[in-house]
């Protein structure tokens, strides 16, 4: 099957500081990619839809300017937590749709972020 | 707005044995596609099974069957022969085919905890 990997694995960053987040589809072309994240015994939360070549769509709430988000190529998108503070510690998740599968979304591994 | 229910927070099953995670789901859309995921406590997600509101029979994969009950709206997961590895969090998702790029909303999820 398809596989998506993200990078890091998990980052420990100081607040205020800035981390960002790549999520790459490895055999496949990404026309759209999904950000989510998911706190402890908790479910995902989409936060937005990337779109290769245009601007993400994001969902109600979740602040486009702290969370910049882009997908400048069909196989990368990037989630830039800007100005990391405490609360934004948690596991984030990447996926991506091939358009050949449409029943599918592929996940990738997710991503741990601790803000200290 | 569509929306995900999952109601039982834990599960506990013995191994061998079958077990139903329940899922009922809200829609104004025609067409739409629910999905089951299995997170396990290492975070990555991994798809199970999927079943098109437009199929007429419900799906199966291996020890993975979806009960599809569309006139009350609800999609449990069937886990035949219970094995350890099962133990882990379980997750049921919407997509409505035409809205939005094909997001995924998901439910609370189960956890569900196989016992020797």
């Known amino acids: 099957g398809a596989v998506v990997s993200q990078h890091p694995s998990w980052v420990i960053c100081k607040s205020g500081t800035s981390v960002k987040i790549e999520c790459r589809s490895l055999?496949?072309?990404?026309?759209?990619m999904f950000w989510y994240r998911q706190f402890p015994k908790q479910s995902l939360m989409l936060m937005a839809t990337?779109?290769?070549?245009?601007?993400?769509?994001?969902e109600q709430g979740v602040e486009k300017d702290k969370f910049l988000i882009n997908h400048a190529s069909l196989t990368l998108s990037t989630l830039t937590v800007t100005s990391a503070h405490p609360e934004d510690s948690s596991f984030y998740i990447c996926?991506?749709?091939?358009?050949?599968?449409?029943?599918?979304?592929?996940f990738g591994p997710g991503t741990r972020l601790t803000v200290t | 707005a569509q929306k995900i229910t999952q109601t039982q927070p834990g599960m506990f099953v013995q191994e061998k044995e079958a077990v139903t995670l329940d899922c009922t789901y809200d829609?104004?859309?025609?067409?739409?596609?629910l999905f089951w995921y299995k997170q396990p406590s290492s975070g990555e997600m991994i798809f199970l099974i999927y079943?098109?509101?437009?199929?007429?029979q419900n799906a199966t994969e291996g020890r993975y069957s979806l009960n599809f009950q569309k006139a009350r709206k609800s999609a449990n997961l069937v886990i035949s022969a219970s094995q350890l590895g099962d133990s882990a969090m379980y997750f049921c998702?919407?997509?409505?085919?035409?809205?939005?790029?094909?997001?995924?909303?998901f439910g609370q999820g189960t956890e569900l905890s196989v016992k020797p």
């Open positions: 996926s991506a749709r091939e358009h050949t599968s449409p029943h599918e979304q592929y």
């Open positions: 055999d496949f072309q990404a026309t759209t």
């Open positions: 990337s779109n290769e070549g245009s601007k993400a769509t994001y």
């Open positions: 829609t104004s859309d025609q067409s739409y596609g």
């Open positions: 079943q098109g509101s437009y199929d007429e």
């Open positions: 998702a919407m997509r409505e085919v035409y809205n939005q790029g094909g997001k995924l909303i």
